[in-house]
């Protein structure tokens, strides 16, 4: 029988995506005496896991999957004979936003979760606790609870717990090794207690145990949609401010500082830009608007769907503000994009603000051309020609991509910063300047570049929240 102080537990994590993969291979490194072992369906995915160039780029994961892999870390397609093999088994797979059907637009896809969990069902031989890792809706681990029970008897029991991921992208690695919290949800059964001091034992290899919280099911799946609608709720509120300060005259970046100063509000995710993107945010905040619907609450539902729509008001504000200041029209007019991904130091370009801005900017038949540096053309390619973005047909006509940032900068008559890359902060903007159309523009979604310097060099300059 399976107790917290096993030393020989076998882990398999279901999904080896941006929360499965670094999350566990994490936990390999931090608990030598536990295996390790990630599976996926995406068979090409785990052959990139198992090479020398992972499919996810995250500053620290490479050291440390070449520290475990083939020790006690292990990636593998053969998702049945790990699932049999372990005590603990963690579900990360993806619950993107339905497109269709009941709840399109806002509900969460829990077509691979509830598949996984009927995997763990069909296969398993001996008792399991299986963990929720990916974001889910509230109540989810009730659905899986009937799956799982439905395949029970008296010799495997199925305990399932609710273990969030707060990881950040771009920051994973520091985040799971230094987490604010670990938030571990379960029933308070003496089984949903004993499971829980299972999964809190291998946090306990590195995690302070203070650290490590408990709350029942329900209240861990809500603290995770909360955790991000309040974070993305403070971008829209510094972003609403930023279409002030551009009206007025006043700095956002400056009245961020001013409120961050207050300890009651802190300087964090107060940093306007073109609009938050990434996996997490609008989906769970449309999970959060679907939920209050359902429970026939309509001025919640209406009070987080703001932030929503605000942030895509940002992106259109930001468009307009461009084109108003290219004469009014950008049509046949090079525009170079400065970052792709959603944020800086990740590679992930899920409902990153370029391809939004983008699908404004070919529809104004402007020309594309496109830097950034760790998202691959391949990636850019189909974000793009996705039919809800633009046709094949525009892309090709429209679309350019580089691998230099001065290549893509040549010939424009704009520059786009949608991307936070640090690197974008220390170009050589004179050289860049002599090879544009003038007058040459800078448009910094991010307020990341020294304004004046470039006003010097010759760039009309424009950056969000100020009105310069
Ligand atoms: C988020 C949560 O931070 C994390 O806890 C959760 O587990 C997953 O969702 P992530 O989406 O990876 O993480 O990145 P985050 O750093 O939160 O940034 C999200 C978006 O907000 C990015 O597009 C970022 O550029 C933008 N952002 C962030 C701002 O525009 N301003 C800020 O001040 C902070
Ligand atoms: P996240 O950001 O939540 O980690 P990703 O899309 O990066 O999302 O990763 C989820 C992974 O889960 C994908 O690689 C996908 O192939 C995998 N996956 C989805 N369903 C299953 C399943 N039933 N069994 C194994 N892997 C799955």
């Known amino acids: 029988m ?5 030393p020989k537990l076998k882990i398999c994590c279901i999904g080896a995506g941006y929360v499965g993969g670094p999350s566990c291979a994490v936990i390999a490194y931090k608990c030598p005496d536990i295996q390790v072992t990630i599976v996926d369906i995406n068979e090409q995915r785990i052959k990139e896991w198992n090479s020398d160039n992972l499919p996810v780029y995250e500053p620290g994961l490479d050291e440390i999957v070449f520290a ?6 292990f990636f593998s397609s053969d998702v049945d004979f790990h699932i049999n093999e372990a005590d603990l088994i963690f579900v990360s797979v993806n619950t993107p936003t339905k497109k269709s059907g009941l709840g399109a637009g806002f509900a969460s896809d829990l077509a691979y979760l509830e598949s996984a969990t009927r995997r763990i069902a069909k296969v398993a031989t001996s008792s399991k606790i299986v963990i929720e890792k990916s974001t889910v809706p509230c109540k989810t681990a009730e659905s899986m609870r009937a799956i799982l029970d439905a395949n029970s008897n008296d010799l495997i029991r199925f305990d399932i717990l609710s273990n969030p991921e707060f990881l950040a992208e771009g920051t994973a690695i520091n985040d799971l090794l230094h987490p604010d919290r670990v938030l571990i949800g379960s029933l308070t059964t003496p089984e949903g207690i004993r499971a829980r001091s299972v999964l809190a034992s ?7 145990k203070e650290k490590i919280i408990t709350a029942n099911l329900w209240s861990s799946e809500l603290s995770k949609l909360a955790a991000n609608a309040l ?43 073109v609009g ?11 999970n959060l608007v679907y939920l209050s619907e359902s429970l026939n609450l309509p001025e919640v539902a209406a009070y987080w769907n703001q932030v929503v729509i605000m942030n895509e008001y940002q992106k259109e504000r930001f468009t307009s503000r461009i084109i108003k200041s290219l004469f009014n029209t950008i049509t046949n007019k090079n525009l170079a994009i400065f970052g792709f991904a959603f944020k800086k130091n990740t590679g992930d370009t899920r409902e990153s603000a370029a391809i939004t801005l983008i699908k404004y900017f070919l529809r104004e038949n402007a020309n594309v051309r496109i830097y950034d540096p760790k998202v691959p053309k391949e990636q850019i390619v189909r974000d793009l020609t ?11 006509q429209r679309v350019q991509m580089f691998d230099c940032p001065y290549e893509a900068a040549k010939g424009t008559d704009a520059i786009v910063i949608v991307t936070e890359w640090d690197e974008f902060k220390v170009l050589d903007y004179q050289k860049i300047y002599g ?34």
């Open 2 to 6: 399976l107790t917290a102080f096993s």
């Open 68 to 73: 475990c892999r083939g020790k006690n870390l």
């Open 202 to 208: 291998v946090y306990e290899h590195w995690v302070p």
């Open 231 to 273: 974070l993305a709720q403070r971008i829209s509120s510094i972003n609403s401010l930023s279409a002030i300060c551009e009206a007025t005259g006043a700095d956002v970046d400056e009245v961020a500082f001013a409120c961050g100063l207050d300890s009651r509000i802190g300087p964090k995710f107060l940093k306007a830009s």
């Open 276 to 286: 938050f993107g990434g996996s997490c945010f609008q989906k769970d905040i449309l």
């Open 386 to 396: 996705d039919p809800e973005v633009a046709s094949v047909e525009k892309f090709n």
């Open 435 to 468: 090879e544009m159309n003038k007058p040459a523009f800078v448009f910094d979604g991010r307020s990341i570049v020294d304004y004046n310097v470039l006003k010097k060099i010759g760039f009309k300059v424009s950056v969000v929240g100020k009105a310069i």
